[in-house]
């Protein structure tokens, strides 16, 4: 099983990313697929869930309108599109699955700076 996440990097606030995560070894439409992200100092947080018929099943309150969780079944990537980013986004971003035990990628730097 392998997740690789992509697509983070430096942005000025209100500015967008679009983060990807590729995956393999297992049969990726069948799973709900999740986007964390921890920052500096604090606890691993759900982002956004996907499940398998890309139906968004939860998020945090603090990106509802400004992140969209997407899937591509074929592709066998998830994607976090970030638009209007802030400095409070700054974080390491995870994508993430569960079968029996959870799987996680390396994660992707997302910096939100002026």
Request: net charge positive; charged share 20%; aromatic share 12%.
């Amino acid at each position: 099983v392998q997740l690789v996440e992509s697509g983070g990097g430096l942005v000025q606030p209100v500015g967008s990313l679009r983060l990807s995560c590729v995956a393999s070894g297992f049969t990726f439409s069948l799973y709900p697929m999740t986007w964390y992200r921890q920052a500096p100092g604090k606890e691993r947080a759900l982002v956004e869930r996907i499940d398998t018929t890309a139906g968004v099943t939860d998020y945090t309150d603090s990106v509802k309108g400004r992140f969209s969780i997407s899937r591509d079944n074929a592709k066998n990537t998830v994607y976090l599109q970030m638009n209007n980013l802030k400095p409070e986004d700054t974080a390491v971003y995870y994508c993430s699955f569960r079968r029996w035990t959870d799987y996680w990628g390396q994660g992707t730097q997302v910096t939100v700076s002026s």
